[in-house]
DNA sequence: TGAAGACTTGACCAAACGGTCAAGATGATA
DNA sequence: TATCATCTTGACCGTTTGGTCAAGTCTTCA
């Protein structure tokens, strides 16, 4: 019992944020902010309109806390490319994360994309700022991993956005995804199967795997390996 | 002299719908179908809003227009994937002619991608039916493509997704690309440089070029060998 | 118990927006 | 010139929506 009054005294507050700020995310996602309407927000979150302007005095308030929240998350993910100097461990574990939470948190990376669609109005700063900074710092790290012959010579910012695009689609084209799918959502197996894929292609892509080209016939043996060990398998002629 | 009359006829309306179909790609790439207004778009089309309905009796309809508009586009530019069998070629024009519809055409790319965002209301037809058969088909070519050994055996279906998310990520995001550039549009030098990159990292990825890794330290040497042949280098040992 | 603050909510308002309309301008035809 | 169809446009309307407000209810604590 550290903080008795204080704290107690927002009870009631805090979890009607919670409930607030979880159907405002949903809503903003699957309308965007102009297409959103706070009556829909209140209705979701199971109170009237006028008691979400009492927490949230304006639309954009609320909004720009959606988003804030998100770009938390995608931090603490990104603290994954920090802590492994070894650019197949640092890879793979950030691949995974970012995939992970585009299936996780697909509402969140949704709200993302609006918002960078329609020119950042209210997020340019962090763009700027935050999002900058930790771009610059990841790229110096590719060319370091380059330098020291760990990886192919490609452009590292072309990587970066290779890596951010191909997890993120999906969360934000997850509609066309299960729409190519049946209808159905990807199962476990078969989202297993996209972030193995993912990781195989990026990973041998930049040569820190190698290619396992069957020149037979078989169908597949999907390609498991991608956590700490890699099994290198031997890969067959196929220059000119 | 062909058609006298009945062409003529629409003469100033077949210039009026160019010049409000080319602003409303603008405007609900930029806001969105709801955040996009009907004056908005007669205002940059320069003409009073009710002319604009006039030529198009609802914004529904013309949003819906302008989406079929992109979607043309796109499919022409997947005739690239079937003119050749070579999975090299066929891969490297099919990501080529991608990368540069998000440059010439970003717009449309971005109706397309807010359509998908909020569940696709009203082009959801297309996606079950045109979408899904492209799609199947070239999953079908990639997969014998691996059954003959000419790449590596990786799921079609997250490769295709990597190669739409990668390629529309330079139209999509070209707000938060410009941002990280220093708030500067991407100069032709830095597209060609991100476009090979892409092309590199997905055939090699794939199994279909190697990877160059330079052990020594060397900056980069750019990659620039993506179109008919390719010059294979030697690559140096990796394994643990 | 009662006063003070925190929270709840139905009713309301002004602004913005999609779409209509009627009155006209323009242009082709005879 | 007269007629008719096409096109143009300012004014207008009903609806939706973000946000307000005043009249409550509930909780806490002396």
């Known amino acids: 019992m550290p903080v008795p009054k204080p704290m107690i005294k927002s009870a009631a507050r805090a979890e009607n944020e919670r409930l607030i700020l979880a159907a405002a995310e949903i809503v903003f996602a699957d309308y965007g902010f102009k297409g959103a309407t706070t009556g829909m927000i209140a209705d979701k979150a199971g109170i009237p ?11 954009l308030a609320l909004y720009r806390q959606v988003v804030e929240n998100i770009f938390q998350i995608w931090l603490a993910a ?13 890879l793979t574990r950030y691949i995974s994360a970012k995939m992970d939470i585009s299936r996780s948190h ?29 771009t610059n710092t990841r ?8 330098a020291e012959g760990r990886m192919a010579p490609i452009d590292p910012r072309s990587l970066l956005y290779m890596i951010w ?19 159905e959502p990807l199962t476990d197996a078969q989202f297993t199967t996209a972030k193995e894929t993912v990781v195989s292609i990026i990973l041998t892509g930049v040569g820190i795997r190698k290619a396992d080209v069957q020149s037979g016939g078989g ?3 999907n390609i498991d390996n991608m956590s700490q060990q890699t099994q290198f398998k031997k890969l067959n002629g196929e220059g000119a």
């Not at 006028?50 to 304006?58: G, K, M, S």
């Not at 990104?78 to 640092?90: G, K, L, Q, R, V």
């Not at 993302?112 to 900074?133: R, S």
């Not at 695009?165 to 209808?183: E, K, M, P, R, V």
Request: glycine share 2%; net charge negative.
């Open 49 to 59: 309109k006028a008691n979400l302007h009492y927490y949230f005095p304006t639309k």
């Open 78 to 90: 990104a603290d994954t490319f920090d802590n492994y100097d070894d650019p197949e461990e640092a």
């Open 106 to 134: 697909p509402m969140g990376s949704k709200v993302w994309a609006n918002e960078i669609l329609h020119k950042a109005p209210v997020i340019q700063d962090y763009l700027e700022t935050t999002l900058c900074e930790w």
């Open 139 to 146: 790229i110096a790290v590719i060319e370091r991993w380059i």
């Open 165 to 183: 695009s191909t997890t993120q689609h999906y969360a934000d084209f997850n509609h066309q995804i299960h729409t190519l799918n049946h209808g």
């Open 219 to 221: 169908q597949s043996a």
